[in-house]
């Protein structure tokens, strides 16, 4: 079976630019999380998704902004790019959003901002 | 607020030797899970396991073990007879309650870098 997918593997933008991110999930898993990780520091929680609603936000500024499709899929939008916003941006899908539900990890969107 | 804490930044050793990564955790749930993931250089997380904080036994897998110890909030791993396959970044993670809907999200430690020399 397929694992997570994301999709571009690398993106480079100049500062001031938007970005989509996308993310498949597991065939069956219903939620789907994103994460930032800055280099050399863990993820950090963005977004969950279930259901196509959202469930969660971590705390990260309005430009970011995310969607989940009704196939389970999701898209991560930034908007005006800044240049901290370089990162690995991280999708996770999970079964459900529920407490006992391990997320699996895609191999992330490297972004650098320019 | 949850805390996740990886005090050792890298770790290096000789191949066959064993080594212990250590995870100090802080929390106010009552009911919580933690998790130990695997990142390579190329980047994806890998799953390891999940423990949750009504289960204290120790569990083993091929090279690898886990002790929970909840008295001491802390979630150490241990790789035994290390190769060098085992050369990543390693990360403790408690899931953690989003007060709102109580849904749960992941907190990461900061990672341990474990660089294994043939």
């Known amino acids: 079976d397929a694992g997570v997918t994301q999709s571009p593997t690398h993106l480079i933008k100049t500062r001031g630019q938007h970005v989509t991110l996308r993310c498949s999930p597991i065939s069956g898993h219903k939620s789907v999380s994103w994460y930032q990780q800055v280099l050399g520091q863990g993820p950090q929680f963005i977004f969950q998704?279930?259901?196509?609603?959202?469930?969660g936000r971590g705390n990260f500024p309005d430009r970011f902004s995310a969607r989940q499709f009704p196939n389970y899929s999701s898209e991560l939008n930034v908007n005006a790019l800044l240049l901290g916003d370089s990162a690995l941006y991280l999708c996770a899908s999970s079964l459900s959003a529920g407490r006992t539900d391990t997320q699996y990890f895609g191999p992330g969107t490297r972004l650098t901002v320019l | 607020a949850q805390k996740v804490t990886q005090a050792q930044t890298e770790i290096s050793v000789v191949e066959k030797e064993d080594v212990t990564l250590d995870c100090v955790y802080e929390?106010?749930?009552?009911?919580?899970?933690l998790f130990w993931y695997k990142q390579p250089p190329s980047g994806e997380l890998v799953f390891l396991i999940r423990r949750n904080s009504f289960d204290e036994q120790n569990e083993i897998s091929g090279r690898y073990s886990w002790n929970f110890q909840k008295s001491t909030s802390s979630f150490n791993f241990t790789i035994t007879a290390s190769q060098v396959v085992d050369s990543a970044v390693y990360f403790c993670a408690l899931s953690e309650s989003l007060a709102d809907t109580g849904r749960r999200a992941l907190t990461f430690g900061s990672g341990t870098r474990l660089q294994v020399q043939p």
């Open positions: 929390t106010r749930d009552t009911t919580y899970y």
């Open positions: 998704y279930y259901e196509k609603e959202e469930r």
